[in-house]
């Protein structure tokens, strides 16, 4: 596609249930990053794949966060067992390669825990 | 551990006067730097970047500075438009990791 695109935009959950978050990165980019930035913060590094491998996940808060994508393609998120301190923006980007550092960001899924 | 500090969470500018936002970081393996901009409810889009080997970009309106010693970078718009109010966020990396971002400064261009 022509841009990042990330579903849902806006998801609010109750604390203790899980929820999926999905990106599309753009067509033959190889490098996908999560980002999230949670109300009056920076954006937070998550976790970053190079083809389906994520040779960095040292950004994952805890456990109940994974992350995977397939065909280098689609990236999903997934939060089990939601916690208020979960709410946030979480940002998905892609780029060419490692070293390019231009990368394209979707819009976003905007997390709310209740 | 906060690697790359923006100190102002906000800035007000008069249009056509310059806007001038800092940055600070602490590790001195960054050899990378970058400036985003970000509107409400949008993705952050790339705006300039620098190396670690320069002291200056310079694209359009938009000027980076470096300056290693200090530990310090700053972007320079000039001159300001009502377009350019957004949050800016300054990042850096070391080598080919991740980029480490500042926590964003408010950007408001009064007419």
């Known amino acids: 596609g022509a841009g990042v695109s990330q579903s849902p935009s806006n998801k609010v959950t109750e604390k203790g249930k899980d929820v999926e978050l999905r990106c599309d990165p753009i067509s033959g980019h190889t490098a996908l990053y999560w980002y999230r930035q949670r109300l009056g913060q920076g954006l937070e590094f998550l976790i970053y794949f190079q083809g389906n491998s994520a040779p960095d996940k040292s950004g994952l808060p805890s456990d109940r966060f994974s992350a995977e994508r397939t065909g280098e393609s689609v990236s999903t998120l997934t939060i089990q067992r939601t916690q208020q301190e979960d709410s946030a923006v979480y940002l998905c980007?892609?780029?060419?390669?490692?070293?390019?550092?231009?990368?394209?960001f979707g819009s976003g899924t905007r997390l709310t825990v209740v | 551990d906060q690697q790359v500090k923006q100190n102002s969470p906000s800035l007000s500018v008069q249009e056509g006067r310059i806007s001038i936002l800092n940055c600070d970081y602490t590790n001195s393996m960054f050899d990378y730097f970058l400036w985003y901009k970000k509107y409400p409810a949008e993705g952050p889009t790339f705006l300039i970047s620098?190396?670690?080997?320069?002291d200056k970009n310079e694209d359009g309106r938009f000027t980076v500075f470096l300056n290693k010693s200090a530990k310090h970078l700053s972007l320079h718009i000039v001159p300001s438009q009502p377009g350019d109010s957004a949050v800016y966020f300054c990042?850096?990396?070391?080598?080919?990791?991740?980029?480490?971002f500042g926590q964003g400064t408010r950007l408001t261009i009064n007419p």
């Open positions: 990042a850096a990396s070391a080598g080919a990791q991740k980029l480490v």
């Open positions: 620098i190396s670690s080997i320069k």
């Open positions: 980007a892609s780029s060419l390669e490692r070293r390019n550092y231009g990368y394209t």
